[in-house]
Each structure stands twice: as structure tokens, then as C-alpha cells.
């Protein structure tokens, strides 16, 4: 079992209800100090050109991580060569997925999901591009970006691309257009999945990820589980979506994994209701081993989270299970307690800032308010109040939302109260609420200026307002 400090954890068992287990809670003891770092706000000098939510972030790095690992496996690297790669490239992984916020600035700013294969085609010429630069020594790259590697340094040679692998792909995209002798139709289950929505370059891409698409039957695979969602309530235009971002599971059976799996996941509180959403979400969540998903609940236990929070963060957070214990959640975890946090509440109230890298997201942000003179208790403070504070932008919204509070007049004490400040949209509700108060004359407490509904604004306003004429 792992330890914080010098403290031995106590080794436990799943609770009653999650399997009828046995357990002993225990509560983690942390170091007190945090280390902070001065770091830019993204990997390469500029950070993301919008606010994107955390969910979506983990999602696109994930992805990243899976183009990165095909690619490399395309020119002969082992799988387990590969995954070590990626393991030791968290920079290199941030950066492409700043490579995917630029390309597609407009489509951000719209509010606009890139699909798994929208990321495929941005991602891949660019590693191209960066294996005809740097040839062999591309993985000595990846896992020292930023910094160049030396040139006389010994790489890891990257081998060249394997015939049978690329044949067995080749063959696998074939299959997609082939048509039989008779009445030159596609196969059934190509037809079938055009007829949902896809088309036929959506399925080629598919199939050259994960050539085993290709043979599965139209009625023995394909069909089953296409037809369970549907009679899950998803909606029929998620079901090519879904099947881009995880085309395994039309390789499961419903009797055998994932009728059981879902079962398995409400028992640990997942809420049944929501499946739709969630399969279109996070489709992977029905891929993981119990073990995988154990390893995660084991974790929350330990955090002091009670069964029905877990639940309810596995419902609203499902991709929470997808993240590191020993890499992502129990690190992010000290430091959060590092800075005094109720780790097991903000856990619960935002999840998503466990998807998070400490080095290029977290210590950035402390450093941000440590400059502006909030000490570490008051930091601490400010996340517990309102842990979504950590996900945001420095560039594009903590810095110029800050710098508009320097022009408010308030106490730099009044964020400690109100950060939830940072959550409110400068252009549609920070500044026009602040020049309604400033015309009329008064002035309300932060939190009352945005949190108010209009009505209740403008009622807030007209009290003060005669509480300042009849005294």
C-alpha cells in the first residue's frame, strides 16, 4: 500500500452495499507544505484559447494519448514500448491537445466538440511532419518536449513500419468497401451503420484504429448492441459517436459484459436513469475491468466519501475511473491538502480537477494568487468554497477577470469570500452588473452584485438606495 509522508495507509475492504465487503475507513494524512513553481501558463508560452470544461480536456487528452500511441505503433514500436512513451510524455500530450485548441479556435468558441475523428485527422499530420524532422530519434522527442534532445544523446530508435501490422490494417479498410459478387452490395453491417448515420470514411478511420471493426457480423455484434442503446433511451444520432469513440464495444456481449457491467456499476450507486447520457459521454466507462473501477472506488473510500456521494460522482464524473490512482488522484489529492482543502469535498463537488496535471494546470494557478498576495490559507479557502476555481484559464479567464477586479474597488479579501467571482462571464455579467451599480450610485457586496437573479438585483439596488436617502 502506498503512503503519504511516513504514514502507513491501513489496508481496507469494499463496504457492504458496494458488493458486501468489509471495510475500515481511514483518513489520509498529508504533508503540510506545497512546492509551487513558476511556470507559464501553457506548454509552449500560450494556453488554451477558451475556457474548455475539464471533462472535455481529460477527454481530448485521452484521445491525444490514443493518436500518439497508434502512430508510434504504425512505425514499429511495441505496444509496450509505446505505452512507456506516453507515460513519460504528459508535456508532449498537453502540447497536442494546444495543437487541437489552435487549429480549431473558431469551433471552440462556438462551443463545438471535436470528434475523435476531427482529432485523428489534426494530430496525425503534425506527428508526421515531426517524424520527418526528427526521423529516429522522434520518441527522444516526445518525451523530453519542450527541450530538444542533444543531438550525439543515444535515442530510441524508432523502427520502421511493419509489413504484416500495415497489411492486416489494409486488409481490415478493404473489407469496408468491398462488395459481394451478387448484387455488388457492402457488407450488411457496413449498410447498417451508413443507415445510422456514419459514413463510409468515418467507418474506414474506424476500422484502421481498430481493424477487428471490420469482421464483426451484422446480427451476432453489431446490431445487439447498437439496439440495446437504442432501447436504453440514447439518442440514434449518438450511436455513430459513440461507436467512433469506442468501436470495442460492439466486440462485448450483452449477456456476458455489459448488462453485467451496468449492473455491477448501479450497485456502486451509478444512477440507471442516466445511462444515455453517459454512454455518449464517456462510452468507455463499459470497457473497464472491475478491477479497474475498484481500484478508483477504493481510492474514494479512502478520501472518507460516503457510498452515495461515490455514486453520484461516478454518475456526473464517470471518466473519473479512466484517471491514474497511484499517477493522478492520490498525487493531485496531497497537493490539494497541501494547500488545506477538504480533499474528499472537493473531490465530490468537482472531480474534474483530478483530471488535471499538477505541474502544467495546479501550481500555475497557486503561484497566480501566491503573486497577487493571498497566502496559501487563504488559496486553500478559496478552492473549498468553489472547487471548479482550479480548471479555469489563466490566460483567458483568470488574468483579465482579475485585472477588471483591480478597477472594482473591493478588497482583494472579498475573492476569498466570493471566488466564485471567476465563474461568471466578464462580457455578460461582471461588467454590465458593475455599471448598472455604479450608475445608481451605491455599492453592494460582491457576491450580491453576480449572484442575484435580475430581479433581486435590481431590488437590492433600489433598498440600498433608499436606506442611503433616508439616512
Known amino acids: 500500500m502506498k503512503t503519504f509522508s ?11 452495499r458496494f458488493l458486501s465487503y468489509t471495510t475500515t475507513r481511514t483518513q489520509l494524512s498529508f504533508p503540510a507544505k506545497v512546492f509551487i513553481c513558476q511556470a507559464k501558463s501553457g506548454i509552449d508560452g500560450s494556453l488554451n484559447l477558451k475556457v474548455v470544461s475539464p471533462t472535455l480536456l481529460v477527454a481530448e487528452k485521452e484521445e ?17 514500448v509505446a505505452a512507456r512513451t506516453i507515460n513519460k510524455s504528459d508535456l508532449f500530450i498537453d502540447h497536442l491537445v494546444s495543437k487541437l485548441h489552435s487549429k480549431h479556435r473558431s469551433w471552440y468558441l462556438a462551443g463545438r466538440e471535436l470528434t475523435t475523428l476531427e482529432i485523428r485527422d489534426a494530430l496525425i499530420p503534425y506527428l508526421e511532419s515531426l517524424f520527418e524532422e526528427h526521423g529516429d530519434i522522434l520518441v527522444d522527442v516526445v518525451e523530453n518536449y519542450p527541450n530538444p534532445p542533444v543531438k550525439d544523446k543515444s535515442a530510441v530508435p524508432v523502427p520502421p513500419s511493419s509489413p504484416v501490422l500495415d497489411s492486416k490494417k489494409l ?10 459478387s451478387d448484387g455488388g452490395n457492402l457488407r450488411p453491417h457496413i449498410v447498417y451503420l451508413m443507415e445510422l448515420g456514419m459514413d463510409i470514411e468515418q467507418i474506414r478511420s474506424i476500422t484502421h484504429r481498430f481493424p477487428a471493426f471490420a469482421y464483426y457480423s451484422l446480427e451476432g455484434k453489431v ?14 444520432e449518438h450511436i455513430p459517436i459513440i461507436l467512433s469513440k469506442r468501436p470495442q464495444l460492439c466486440g462485448f456481449s450483452l449477456s456476458e459484459n455489459l448488462k453485467p457491467t451496468m449492473k455491477f456499476l448501479e450497485s456502486l450507486g451509478i444512477d440507471k436513469k442516466q ?9 468507455a466507462l463499459l470497457t473497464y475491468s472491475r478491477q479497474k473501477v475498484m481500484e478508483s472506488i477504493d481510492f474514494l473510500l479512502e478520501l472518507g466519501l460516503s457510498e452515495e456521494n461515490i455514486g453520484k460522482i461516478l454518475t456526473r464524473c464517470p471518466n473519473i475511473v479512466s484517471y491514474s490512482v497511484e499517477d493522478n488522484l492520490r498525487p493531485t489529492a ?10 474528499g469535498i472537493l473531490l465530490f463537488r468537482c472531480p474534474q480537477n483530478f483530471g488535471l496535471s499538477i505541474e502544467a494546470n495546479l501550481k500555475p494557478i497557486t503561484a497566480f494568487f501566491l503573486e497577487r498576495g493571498y497566502t496559501l490559507e487563504e488559496i486553500g479557502t478559496m478552492i473549498s468554497r468553489y472547487g471548479a476555481l482550479y480548471t479555469f484559464s489563466l490566460t483567458e479567464n483568470l488574468i483579465p477577470k482579475w485585472d477588471f477586479f ?3 474597488g473591493y478588497p482583494n479579501s472579498e475573492l476569498v469570500k466570493f471566488p466564485q467571482y471567476f465563474g461568471y462571464s466578464l462580457e455578460k455579467r461582471i461588467k454590465p452588473r458593475f455599471a448598472i451599480m455604479k450608475k445608481s450610485g451605491v455599492k453592494l457586496l460582491l457576491n450580491q452584485v453576480l ?13 440600498k438606495m433608499k436606506k442611503m436617502q433616508d439616512g
Open 334 to 343: 496531497k497537493y490539494f491538502h497541501s494547500l488545506g482543502a477538504d480533499v
Open 223 to 236: 446490431k445487439p448492441v447498437v439496439e440495446f442503446f437504442l432501447e436504453l433511451g440514447v439518442p440514434r
Open 64 to 80: 491525444a494519448k490514443a493518436v500518439l500511441a497508434l502512430f508510434l505503433k504504425k512505425r514499429g514500436l511495441s505496444n509496450a
Open 171 to 180: 486488409k481490415a479498410v478493404s473489407l469496408v468497401s468491398e462488395t459481394d
Open 406 to 408: 483591480l478597477t472594482t
Open 451 to 463: 449572484s442575484l437573479s435580475s430581479n433581486n438585483f435590481d431590488k437590492a439596488l433600489k433598498k
Open 6 to 16: 511516513s504514514i502507513q495507509l491501513p489496508h481496507h475492504f469494499y463496504c457492504a
Open 275 to 283: 445511462w444515455p447520457k453517459l454512454i455518449y459521454r464517456f462510452p
